[in-house]
């Protein structure tokens, strides 16, 4: 009994120590191992993986601060700061034409009528300003600012200016301004141009002034004449005065029968280009036709049809005095001439409430125009309906109107022998 008392004694007291060799003796690597591979704080780090502060990083481009720094841009301060250089960047020569103009009296004229494609210089690039202008030039420079066309294929009008020369189809085109009283181009005597003729101040600024339709100072006017070198007499003293109060030229010394310089030419037309020409109204009887011209460029041309012998259209000077779009018109009551006819169209007045300018719709056609015996109107002016609205819509109050029983277009004019 006393054996198996010490046996438990001895056994209590000894076995912690049993059970710790035991403990020790555990395959405890192989379990503890995973810490390596539990080291998911390797894998953990995704700390790497989840350190999407790399990834998160995209604070750096989501820090549009950054890209909100185009204020840098927007400061067009550095941009604008071009203006506050006190020596600007240089600028290429710009190419002038006619490098013979350079510091000239009429540079600004001529270069402005250049832009305008109604002068031009020569091959070698030069205007040659002093150079006295010659007949076929002028030619030329009137019929492009005055917007005549050039005529070509048409038989020549004067012995010296042949179709294949370059003046050709100016000098024809002038032609067409020779509506009386301005019979720009008629020529000489002899049949000629004389294209190459150096012309003169007078002529060329006679010429202008009757290519506008200003109307003519008279010498009565201004009997002492305020000009050095021209007196009442001169043949062109009317419209050198007139030149003189549009403003063509300004000073008291004219030199009329001086050629009239390439640069003087240029600031003349420069200055008369833009005043606005004379409108004025004339009707041929002799040819039933009306002509409607700004200065002497005829803008309408249309037959008429006009009074009858017993009941004529009264030559004379007029003025349109009131105009209507349509009117009842009615005359000759008790007697075999008694009309009325309503609403006639475009209705252009020269003489009171009598007679006008009118479309006539209730003759033909064929009534209008060049045979003197189909007239038919109580002393009115007759247009075809259509043609009458464009003059009508043309044509201010206070328009002159001159009624003519003389060939004013189709006739050959005159002849001259010294003045254009």
């Not at 008369?272 to 036709?289: G, W």
């Not at 003489?351 to 060049?370: C, L, M, Q, V």
Request: hydrophobic content about 35%.
């Amino acid at each position: 009994m006393f054996g198996l008392l010490v046996f438990l004694f001895l056994l209590l007291v000894l076995s912690p120590f049993v059970l710790t060799t035991e403990a020790k003796a555990d395959p405890i690597p192989p379990i503890a191992t995973p810490t390596t591979t539990v080291t998911p704080t390797a894998t953990a780090t995704p700390s790497n993986t989840a350190t999407p502060s790399p990834t998160g990083t995209p604070s750096a481009t989501a820090t549009p601060t950054p890209s909100a720094t185009p204020s840098s841009p927007q400061t067009p301060t550095t941009t604008a700061t071009p203006s506050t250089p006190t020596t600007p960047p240089p600028f290429p020569p710009v190419d002038l034409p006619f490098p013979d103009l350079c510091g000239h009296l009429g540079e600004q004229e001529v270069r402005l009528l250049q832009v305008r494609g109604l002068v031009d210089g020569f091959p070698d690039g030069n205007f040659y300003p002093d150079r006295s202008l010659t007949r076929a030039e002028f030619a030329k420079l009137l019929t492009l600012s005055l917007g005549v066309p050039p005529v070509y294929n048409v038989i020549p009008s004067f012995a010296d200016v042949p179709p294949d020369d370059w003046s050709f189809p100016y000098i024809e085109g002038a032609r067409n301004l020779n509506l009386q009283p301005f019979f720009l181009f008629q020529g000489f005597s002899d049949g000629t141009f004389r294209p190459r003729s150096a012309i003169t101040v007078a002529e060329g600024l006679t010429l202008l002034v009757r290519a506008k339709g200003w109307k003519l100072e008279e010498a009565t006017d201004s009997p002492s004449s305020p000009f050095l070198d021209v007196t009442p007499t001169h043949w062109a003293y009317p419209e050198l005065l007139t030149a003189r109060s549009h403003g063509l030229i300004f000073h008291d010394q004219v030199f009329p029968e001086e050629p009239l310089y390439r640069w003087q030419a240029a600031v003349y037309l420069y200055r008369a280009i833009d005043q606005p020409a004379r409108k004025q109204i004339f009707i041929s009887l002799a040819e039933q036709h009306l002509y409607a011209l700004e200065g002497a460029r005829i803008v309408y041309d249309y037959p008429v049809l006009t009074g009858k012998w017993n009941w004529p259209t009264p030559p004379g000077s007029y003025e349109v005095l009131s105009k209507t779009e349509a009117t009842d018109m009615s005359g000759g009551r008790g007697s075999p001439e008694e009309y009325y006819v309503p609403n006639v169209p475009w209705c252009l007045f020269f003489i009171g409430r009598t007679y006008a300018i009118h479309g006539n719709y209730w003759k033909p056609e064929e009534y209008f125009g060049d045979d003197p015996t189909y007239t038919g109107s109580h002393g009115c002016v007759g247009l075809i309906p259509d043609q009458a609205e464009q003059v009508y819509k043309w044509t201010p109050v206070g328009t002159p109107v001159v009624i003519t029983a003389d060939y004013l277009h189709r006739a050959p004019p005159p002849p001259q022998d010294s003045t254009p």
